[in-house]
RNA sequence: GCGCUCCUAGCUCAGCAGGAUAGAGCAACAGCCUUCUAAGCUGUGGGUCGGGCGUUCGAAUCGCCCGGAGCGCGCCA
């Protein structure tokens, strides 16, 4: 059930076009582009107009006079060429708020079909430090998780470790070149192992023998030559303890650690279908499956390499047919840079010619990559990334010089200020990623990490916090939640700004798009940050108006904390300031 | 060469199942703290929506062409 101030006024329209024959696929009503001159608009008229070759402005003249007739309604108008613009009687839009008020899910409703979602980002791999490249797949992924089981959906995070291709040859190459053997490869941590991982990166970009040095090695090693899994091994779990903590402080979450290399067997599966299928031919030593051309040319997929090691693309195809026989998942969502959009498409397409996971909806939500003032992805002026530790300790000291020190304010110990000023950098870090749409990418300015004023998740949270700040003093001067009563205009724009929470959740859910919730969240920020300022609760003019907007700031405080769970951010109960401050 | 994505205010971006005066944030400028946290609010200036042609009563939005940018194109993942 959903409270959408749309629905009554679309199923109005739908009685009205069937009454007069008109085609009720136009019968609906969207937020007005007009705030000046209506709450809703139907363009309906226009467009039924174009097709029966009629006057526009005759048959929405002839719609409006039947709306006029309805109780909700307070004033329809016929403007332009022919827009319908409805205005909305102040009681039913009060009455809507009330009921979000009282409502556990504040008027958003569920999706229809619920099914079962994988989604598959993060992405993070063995032996590679976690840079600012990661931050876009992982903070997305964590909102869609959010938003997929908030609409209803049964959800699968699987962060899918890079853990099995030759870069894990080359660092064992690498090792072995140092020491002459893997005897000490168990007693090094995350920044040795990092940088056994960056030596091996440059050697081989210049060394074609060590190339083939990591090649066989990678190959022994998905062979099951015991002495490089066992090494393997330590690497693999040194790396996920750092990328743990990492994750942890961002607030990304994920239920399964699963990797390329825990596909290995169903590979071996999967070569096998094919052969039978006959879909695969050996060519240049390598094991193919040729793809459709017709559209456009594409690459065939190397599902096993000439050395005979498994390509990266039949991990992901193998992977695909564990998510369908082990959780029937009905749908599987990756988050990655459009760097591999070809990559998926080409994964897809074998999946379909294989017939390993029939009927299971396979996406690629593909966005734009983050990168420096060049308009190239990202690095750091020494030609680095800038890591993802880095980042999020610049923006905290940031934030550790706006707000009081430890003991400064009572109940306020280093513990409580840490985890403020960690809410509020994250927030920062977060929001300034998710506000951009998904696919254009964006330029990364490092002071737009540590930026808390403006379209920034520290302002949304501000505005929680001094709702939380009037729920206190309300309750100590006993004023209760009351009956919402539509007086000042800004009430009024308040109350029809939270009506639209269904439509936002529900297109953030549908494109797979966190921005849009990003962007309702700041607009209904300061939507109330106007009304905060011109309605008072406790100088209102009467006990009743102090209650009504009593119940409008909770509901506002609601809708925005829900909002920001939904973006993967926490909202703490206070916005403490240091004393030089302001 | 082929393919994908993109080009909107000084900067960073929304808007794009065609529609009424193209919107934010930042920056700039002018106001607002004996009144619920000024991380805030109010107001001003700023745009030939890359260029051209077309479809349409109507195009930032759809189509074609041109220009510019980024990414990708068989044994890296």
């Given amino acids: 059930m959903n409270l959408l101030l749309e629905n009554e006024l679309n199923s109005a329209l739908v009685a009205v076009f069937e009454k007069n024959g008109l085609d009720k696929k136009f019968a609906f009503v969207k937020v007005s582009d007009r705030s000046d001159l209506s709450d809703f608009q139907c363009n309906g008229a226009l467009a039924l107009a174009k097709i029966a070759h009629k006057n526009p402005r005759e048959i929405a003249s002839l719609i409006a006079e039947e709306l006029q007739k309805i109780d909700f309604i307070d004033a329809v108008?016929?403007?332009?060429?022919?827009?319908?613009?409805?205005?909305?009687?102040?009681?039913?839009?009060?009455?809507?708020?009330?009921?979000?008020?009282?409502?556990?899910?504040?008027?958003?409703?569920?999706?229809?079909?619920?099914?079962?979602?994988?989604?598959?980002?993060?992405?993070?791999?063995?032996?590679?430090?976690?840079?600012?490249?990661?931050?876009?797949?992982?903070?997305?992924?964590?909102?869609?998780?959010?938003?997929?089981?908030?609409v209803g959906n049964e959800v699968i995070a699987d962060v899918h470790l890079g853990d099995w291709g030759t870069p894990m040859g080359m660092i064992l190459a690498e090792i072995i070149k140092t020491d002459g053997n893997l005897d000490k490869v168990e007693s090094y941590d995350i920044a040795q192992i990092t940088e056994f991982y960056k030596r091996a990166n440059i050697r081989c970009k210049e060394d074609e023998t060590a190339k083939e040095d990591a090649r066989k090695i990678t190959a022994e090693l998905q062979g099951g030559n015991p002495q490089y899994r066992k090494a393997w091994q330590h690497l693999r779990s040194e790396s996920i303890k750092a990328i743990k903590e990492n994750y942890e402080q961002l607030d990304v979450n994920f239920d399964l650690w699963w990797g390329e290399s825990d596909a290995h067997e169903t590979c071996g599966e999967i070569v096998k279908i094919a052969r039978e299928k006959g879909v695969s031919e050996i060519d240049?030593?390598?094991?193919?499956?040729?793809?459709?051309?017709?559209?456009?040319?594409k690459p065939p997929v190397i599902m096993v390499k000439s050395d005979g090691a498994f390509g990266y693309q039949l991990t992901d195809i193998a992977t695909i047919k564990m998510r369908y026989d082990e959780f029937s998942a009905d749908e599987i969502v990756y988050f990655t840079d459009s760097r591999q959009a070809l990559h998926f498409e080409q994964v897809f397409e074998v999946v379909e010619k294989l017939g390993i996971a029939p009927n299971v909806k396979l996406k690629h939500i593909v966005f734009g990559t983050v990168n420096g003032a060049d308009g190239k992805p990202f690095k750091t002026r020494d030609g680095g990334v800038m890591n993802l530790e880095t980042l999020i300790e610049m923006s905290k000291d940031k934030v550790r010089q706006s707000l009081p020190k430890a003991g400064e304010v009572e109940g306020y110990g280093e513990k409580e200020i840490e985890k403020l000023t960690s809410q509020i950098a994250v927030a920062a870090i977060k929001f300034q990623d998710l506000k951009n749409t998904i696919v254009s990418g964006y330029i990364f300015e490092l002071d737009d990490f540590a930026k808390f004023e403006g379209k920034t998740g520290p302002y949304i949270q501000y505005a929680i916090a001094r709702i939380n700040s009037v729920l206190r003093k309300a309750k100590a001067n006993g004023i209760n939640f009351g009956k919402v009563i539509l007086q000042a205009p800004e009430e009024r724009t308040l109350a029809l700004k939270l009506a639209q929470i269904h439509n936002v959740v529900m297109r953030a859910h549908n494109e797979k798009e966190p921005s849009i919730i990003?962007?309702?969240?700041?607009?209904?920020?300061?939507?109330?940050?106007?009304?905060?300022?011109?309605?008072?609760?406790?100088?209102?003019?009467?006990?009743?108006?102090?209650?009504?907007?009593?119940?409008?700031?909770?509901?506002?405080?609601?809708?925005?904390?829900?909002?920001?769970?939904?973006?993967?951010?926490?909202?703490?109960?206070?916005?403490?300031?240091?004393?030089?401050?302001?």
Avoid: W
């Fill in 518 to 582: 990003a962007d309702y969240t700041y607009n209904l920020a300061q939507t109330f940050s106007t009304f905060y300022n011109a309605c008072s609760v406790m100088n209102a003019e009467s006990a009743e108006l102090a209650s009504s907007r009593l119940t409008l700031a909770k509901l506002v405080r609601d809708v925005l904390t829900l909002m920001l769970y939904l973006l993967g951010i926490e909202a703490p109960e206070v916005m403490l300031k240091a004393e030089n401050q302001g």
């Fill in 284 to 297: 240049e030593g390598a094991e193919i499956i040729r793809l459709e051309e017709s559209n456009k040319p």
């Fill in 77 to 150: 108008s016929v403007d332009g060429p022919g827009f319908i613009n409805i205005k909305l009687k102040n009681e039913f839009i009060a009455q809507n708020t009330d009921k979000m008020a009282a409502d556990e899910r504040l008027g958003c409703g569920e999706v229809d079909d619920k099914h079962k979602v994988v989604l598959d980002y993060g992405g993070p791999n063995v032996a590679k430090e976690m840079h600012v490249g990661h931050l876009r797949s992982g903070v997305i992924g964590e909102s869609i998780r959010r938003i997929e089981k908030f």
